[in-house]
């Protein structure tokens, strides 16, 4: 298993260095096109929900990223030092009352775009999954 680590500020301005980060991946990893789209939506949804939501965009705070490449997948692991939240109660973004709201789709987009996605220690760390095939 190969392993790259990074860490940025909680400032929501550094979404462009994880966007650096996943290009730099795609070409060490040769990832394809047709997964390239959904992890670049995915993460960079997933970062700034730990910047906006768990660290409360404290500058102080970081958010530590983790790319774990496995012999057919690719897996990015996403903390935050933020407090975590009852990941259990999400809204539905696609139910009717809630389908003119702005903001709230960000874990839908997530779940859909990648292959596995779950939570650990209470909702700090995020973890994506994509499949190489």
Do not use: W
């Not at 909680?10 to 795609?26: G, M, P, V, W, Y």
């Not at 910047?51 to 500058?59: C, L, R």
């Not at 709201?101 to 994509?130: A, P, Q, W």
């Amino acid at each position: 298993m190969k392993s790259i680590k990074i860490s940025i500020p909680s400032l929501i301005e550094n979404i462009t260095i994880i966007e650096s980060f996943i290009d730099n991946a795609r070409e060490k990893f040769k990832i394809n096109d047709d997964i390239y789209g959904n992890i670049m939506i995915s993460v960079t949804e997933c970062v700034s929900n730990a910047i906006i939501h768990g660290n409360k965009q404290d500058a102080k705070k970081s958010v530590n990223i983790e790319l774990r490449f496995l012999d057919n997948q690719i897996r990015f692991i996403v903390e935050d030092q933020g407090e975590g939240f009852d990941f259990q109660d999400l809204r539905d973004p696609t139910s009717p009352e809630h389908l003119d709201k702005t903001g709230g789709r960000g874990v839908f987009i997530m779940k859909h775009l990648s292959d596995e996605f779950y939570y650990e220690e209470n909702g700090r760390k995020t973890v994506l999954t994509f499949y190489m095939n």
